[in-house]
Nanobody, 117 residues
Framework: QVQLVESGGGLVQPGGSLRLSCTAS????????MGWYRQAPGKRRDLVAT???????NYADSVKGRFTISRDNAKNTGYLQMDSLKPEDTAVYYC???????????WGRGTQVTVSS
């Protein structure tokens, strides 16, 4: 199983930027899909962005043009660059690594992002 550790969350002003990191254990990361999800208090967990093992990306409409997902397989690390942050981006952000053929679906413990003036 894959162990995931997120970092980079914190408090930022509206319009500011943060970069989240997700570091995975083991050697499966390079052949797995990676995604970021977020959950605000009292709300459902929503998909933010995904990047496949081949590098293709998808974004939720609410973050398109503001967030960028990327990965560095040599470092077993995925990233979420968040620019032009809005108060509605406030949530706990979770990293996910999945490889359906191998039955892998792992989650990190999350990192808090708060956007407030």
């Amino acid at each position: 199983q894959v162990q995931l550790v997120e970092s980079g969350g914190g408090l930022v002003q509206p319009g500011g930027s943060l970069r989240l990191s997700c570091t995975a254990s083991g050697s499966i990361f390079r052949i797995a899909d990676m995604g970021w999800y977020r959950q605000a208090p009292g709300k459902r967990r929503d998909l933010v962005a995904t990047i496949s093992s081949r590098g293709s990306t998808n974004y939720a409409d609410s973050v398109k043009g503001r967030f960028t997902i990327s990965r560095d397989n040599a470092k077993n690390t995925g990233y979420l660059q968040m620019d032009s942050l809005k108060p509605e981006d406030t949530a706990v952000y979770y990293c996910n690594v999945a490889q359906s053929l191998l039955g892998v679906d792992s989650w990190g413990r999350g990192t808090q992002v708060t956007v407030s003036s």
